[in-house]
């Protein structure tokens, strides 16, 4: 297997890309996030056409591609941080060249942006990163109910040097630990990488699903579907989000129920109800890409054996005007 390639960390006046890869951004959000990304002493810069429409998308595919592309190639950012998820980040996928990608840039993003995150780990083998984006998850603040965890982003983005641990919040399923490689992201996103040149590698994986706005028996579904696709196999752990908008009638089979069902004949450990991704609580950042452990006890811990930074020689970072840059 080809190494695992890791981005330099963020520093304190470091340049980030925000890119809008997928569905249009709502402007008063996407400034409350950059003022934030601020406020933590990055300098969040944006061009105009982030905030593009046509229908669903952030503007045409072929503008997207060309604005991610550039994001990923430039040397005057540190990060590219996706505005918001939605859908659209497929159409990248065919005409995405690596080819270009010559130094490795950190990724954040959820939901839609999976689809971006596989196709960087099976292509390049990039570490990537699940969690906020800048008007989803940013724009609310750090700690607070919709915001993001401050504590498990700096982690993830900014130290080099040691191994941390990540309370999941959320509860036991089936009790255990196991150690493996982070991977997954939104289950839907997940599934449409099937039959693809960037379908997920789960073998010897703590698996990360989550989703939103679900019927138990779509889950039912994709999970059989991964299922069927042998997509389990070798699957180490499990951690599982807390998919909001998914209640169901008390008494009626809930999402958590399909889960334990499905899960249970593997005998693997796995921990349900995390705040990853889809989440109204303080969602935390997850580093994809990297060796860790889960421990299913209790609320659940995610120990991450190693950093998912490595120092290299500092991009150049120059101060300008955000919205005008591209």
């Known amino acids: 297997m080809p190494p695992v390639i890791k981005p330099p960390p963020l520093e304190r006046g470091n340049t980030v890309r925000i ?63 996706c505005a918001r998820g939605g859908y659209g980040s497929g159409y990248l996928l065919d005409r995405l060249d690596t080819r270009c990608l010559k130094s490795p840039k950190a990724l954040l ?19 990537t990163f699940y969690g906020p984006m800048v008007a989803s998850g940013f724009d609310k603040g750090a700690d607070v109910a919709g915001g993001y965890d401050s504590e498990s982003f700096q982690q993830a983005l900014t130290q080099t040097s040691h191994a941390w641990k990540i309370d999941l919040r959320g509860e036991t399923l089936f009790f255990g630990q196991a150690e493996g490689t982070l991977a997954g992201g939104c289950l839907t996103l997940v599934e449409a990488t099937l039959g693809t040149p960037w379908e997920i590698q789960a073998s010897g994986a703590i698996l990360l699903l ?33 998919f909001p908008e998914c209640e169901v009638p008390p008494g009626n089979t809930s999402v958590r129920d399909v ?36 421990v299913a006890h209790g ?28």
């Open 19 to 81: 890119v809008a890869p997928a569905s249009p951004v709502e402007e008063a959000a996407l400034r409350k996030g950059c003022e934030e990304l601020e406020r933590l002493g990055y300098e969040a810069r944006w061009d105009p056409r982030v905030l593009a429409r046509q229908g669903y998308f952030a503007g045409g595919a072929e503008e997207r591609l060309a604005k991610f592309s550039r994001a990923l190639e430039e040397n005057a950012s540190r990060a590219v941080i």
């Open 109 to 127: 993003g959820y939901s839609d942006i999976t689809l971006l995150q596989l196709f960087l780990w099976r292509k390049k083998r990039w570490v």
């Open 210 to 242: 989550e989703d939103r706005g679900m019927k138990p028996y779509q889950v039912d579904r994709a999970l059989t579907h991964l299922r069927q696709a042998g997509k389990f196999k070798g699957v180490r752990a499990m951690v599982l989000g807390e």
């Open 259 to 294: 889960f334990e069902r499905i899960i249970e004949p593997l005998k693997i450990p796995a921990v349900w109800g995390a705040p990853v991704g889809h989440t109204p609580r303080a969602m935390l950042t997850i580093p994809l890409g990297i060796k860790a452990r889960l």
């Open 299 to 326: 609320s659940g811990r995610l120990e991450i054996l190693e950093p998912a930074c490595a120092n290299a020689p500092h991009h150049e970072t120059k101060r300008g005007d955000k919205s005008r840059r591209s």
